[in-house]
């Protein structure tokens, strides 16, 4: 039965266009990939103090390596997809050619991802940051499977529903986290942890009664007036917790 299966999910269609022509466009869509990498090197994975110094902010960079990414994914994806569903990718080096794209979308990836994650480290957690961090991890994810479809040769509709099921699965258990309800947590944890960072309670304002509870929490630990004035704490004083959480509350009441 196993067999069978193997051999239901294996079994690829007859190329409808041929091996060769798809060959020379997955080559010269990777050299170009590659030529941008090298090119932008400095750039991707450069100095980011001298490009802030330079007058970007780190939205702009963040902004940058995302929609790089989204280049880089909408490209890999189309592509391969056609190659997949035209010739079966049935030719070794044409699986080859497409792992090398996938390789370098993953470098465009790991870019993105340190750019957001420099933004949130100065600035916060936003829901569209948040969002921003999922999709990049469902591209890691789709790559993945884009693998594991090439190198067990899976026929391309397996592939599609490999890839449907995924990504639905994926963003169905990133709903259950209470999305509001993390930001909120990881800012107001962020804010106590250092407080000369500020904390953007505007922002927390703005979410759903779903992050009131998170927010409750991150504020109940053992602050006390004896506490904040200690010399050895770091944190925000007590009065400071109790406005913020008078603050969160009288939203939430509203």
Not at 157 to 166: A, D, E, P, S
């Amino acid at each position: 039965r196993q067999t069978e299966q193997r051999s239901k999910n294996t079994d690829w269609k007859e190329p409808s266009a041929d091996p060769l022509v798809f060959s020379t466009a997955l080559v010269l869509v990777n050299a170009v990939l590659a030529l941008f990498l090298i090119a932008q090197l400095g750039v991707l994975f450069g100095d980011t103090t001298g490009m802030l110094a330079g007058g970007l902010t780190y939205a702009q960079l963040a902004r940058q390596g995302f929609f790089q990414l989204v280049a880089a994914s909408t490209l890999l994806g189309g592509v391969s997809l056609v190659s997949y569903y035209a010739t079966g990718l049935r030719e070794r080096w044409n699986r080859i050619l497409v792992m090398a794209l996938g390789a370098q979308t993953l470098v465009v990836l790991l870019s993105a991802a340190q750019r957001l994650w420099l933004y949130v480290q100065a600035y916060g957690l936003t829901l569209e940051r948040f969002w921003a961090g999922a999709f990049i991890v469902c591209i890691v994810g789709c790559i993945g499977l884009l693998f594991v479809a090439l190198q067990y040769r899976y026929a391309f509709g397996h592939l599609v529903k490999l890839l449907t099921v995924g990504v639905l699965s994926f963003f169905s258990l990133v709903l259950l986290l209470n999305v509001e309800g993390q930001v909120a947590r990881v800012n107001v944890s962020r804010f106590l942890r250092q407080p000369e960072i500020g904390l953007d309670v505007a922002h927390l304002q703005t979410l759903s009664a779903d992050a009131y509870g998170q927010v409750q929490r991150a504020l109940s630990g053992p602050w006390s007036a004896e506490t904040t004035r200690h010399p050895d704490w770091v944190g925000p004083g007590i009065y400071e917790i109790e406005a913020l959480r008078g603050s969160l509350s009288d939203t939430r009441q509203r």
